[in-house]
């Protein structure tokens, strides 16, 4: 359903700096939680404006994306198995890309998000067939989205997502995590299917 792949789009962070309007200028790491109707979320998030990784946990299984926007590509990581697979961030293809929504953001006020100033903000979003995302989200000084909630909604019904940001820390980030690691292998889609090849990352 449309409106879910929207809601976990933006509990990994893309399309959330488009809510914001101008993404984050400083660098920053926090711990994070998303949470929809099926399934809860807890991770970690290291962002530089270039740059971001987030690490998710859901059902004891361990998750990492890597965007790179200097690169215009996302590595999602495997972990327990070494792997990872490579999605082009190109704008027209880029999961995620709010590039055709209308909108509408209206300033509510400021709130304190576990124990950090922000301004609290209605966001209504709608695309050209009618399927629409609402809520409310809350940003800092520098424009760093601590909380959302959200509601989607199209044909198919309505999904809601929360997601809040804890211990945020504005401070410079090591360069090393936003690499692949060594002795990661490069599985691509037709390989999980095992219709393709496998490559050695390098």
Known sequence: MKAKILLVTLGIGIGAAAWAGQPPQVEYSADSMMETAEVSMKGRVHYTPTRERREMVQGGQKMITIQRQDKKVMWTLMPEEKMYMEMSLDRKRAPGDLSGYKIEQTKVGPETVNGVSATK??????????????????????????????????????????????????????????EIPTGYTNMDMGGMMGLGNMGRHK
């Open 121 to 178: 903000s209605k966001v209504i979003m709608t695309d050209a067939k009618g399927a629409k995302m609402g809520g409310f989200m809350w940003t800092t000084k520098d424009g760093i989205v601590v909380k959302t909630d959200v509601v989607a909604v199209d044909k198919g019904g309505k999904q809601r997502m929360k997601m809040e940001l804890t211990n945020l820390k504005v401070t410079k980030q090591d360069a090393a995590l936003f």
